[in-house]
């Protein structure tokens, strides 16, 4: 049995790296991009929005005003925010058929999620689908529930091929006669 360094007392223990990924599989802040960002912010507003029930406008301002939203993209953001809001009904009429359970059962964080993930893969064209569906698990890896991930990868991996069936066909490698 080897002996572990002891520090001296009152000493920190060393730095962590800032990029990589977390215990839970999740990435460090020091690897997200700016648009991951911006979906972080747009994930915790969206929560507001449905268990708050506040207004968008008082949402976005409370928003804009947390720590590191100024390595956002808030560009995308508003996009994201303004979007999920204003469609909401509709973007719940898209992901329904594809639900085991009400929406009511659903927690507030998978929602905003499968909400970012279908309006990204409706509205976003230039993410690639691949990226919403990734980006959106690593959200709820981070925010969701024990196993919410797969929840919301089997729901957006559904949904997918209705929103962009060429894109999807031709990256899975299928031919559309």
Request: with cysteine.
């Given at each position: 049995?080897?002996?572990?360094?002891?520090?001296?007392?009152?000493?920190?223990?060393?730095?962590?790296?800032?990029?990589?990924?977390?215990?839970?599989?999740?990435?460090?802040?020091?690897?997200k991009s700016d648009r991951s960002r911006a979906r972080e912010f747009a994930l915790q507003a969206l929560y507001q929005s449905l268990v708050g029930k506040n207004t968008v406008a008082d949402i976005?301002?409370?928003?804009?005003?947390?720590?590191?939203?100024?390595?956002?993209?808030?560009?995308?953001?508003?996009?994201?925010?303004?979007?999920?809001?204003?469609?909401?009904?509709?973007?719940?009429?898209?992901?329904?058929?594809?639900?085991?359970?009400?929406?009511?059962?659903?927690?507030?964080?998978?929602?905003?999620?499968?909400?970012?993930?279908?309006?990204?893969?409706?509205?976003?064209?230039?993410?690639?689908?691949?990226?919403?569906?990734?980006?959106?698990?690593?959200?709820?890896?981070?925010?969701?529930?024990?196993?919410?991930?797969?929840?919301?990868?089997?729901?957006?991996?559904?949904?997918?091929?209705?929103?962009?069936?060429?894109?999807?066909?031709?990256?899975?490698?299928?031919?559309?006669?």
């Amino acid at each position: 049995m080897t002996e572990q360094p002891t520090q001296p007392a009152g000493s920190r223990p060393p730095r962590q790296s800032r990029t990589g990924l977390t215990s839970t599989g999740a990435r460090k802040a020091g690897s997200k991009s700016d648009r991951s960002r911006a979906r972080e912010f747009a994930l915790q507003a969206l929560y507001q929005s449905l268990v708050g029930k506040n207004t968008v406008a008082d949402i976005d301002a409370f928003t804009r005003d947390l720590a590191g939203f100024s390595k956002a993209d808030s560009l995308h953001f508003d996009t994201l925010l303004h979007g999920c809001t204003e469609q909401a009904a509709a973007l719940d009429a898209l992901l329904l058929p594809l639900l085991d359970r009400k929406f009511s059962e659903i927690s507030p964080i998978e929602h905003s999620i499968l909400w970012i993930g279908a309006f990204e893969l409706q509205h976003c064209l230039d993410v690639p689908w691949r990226v919403v569906l990734n980006e959106c698990v690593e959200l709820a890896k981070e925010f969701g529930g024990t196993d919410g991930h797969k929840y919301v990868n089997a729901v957006l991996n559904g949904l997918a091929p209705s929103l962009r069936a060429l894109e999807v066909n031709a990256d899975r490698g299928k031919t559309r006669a």
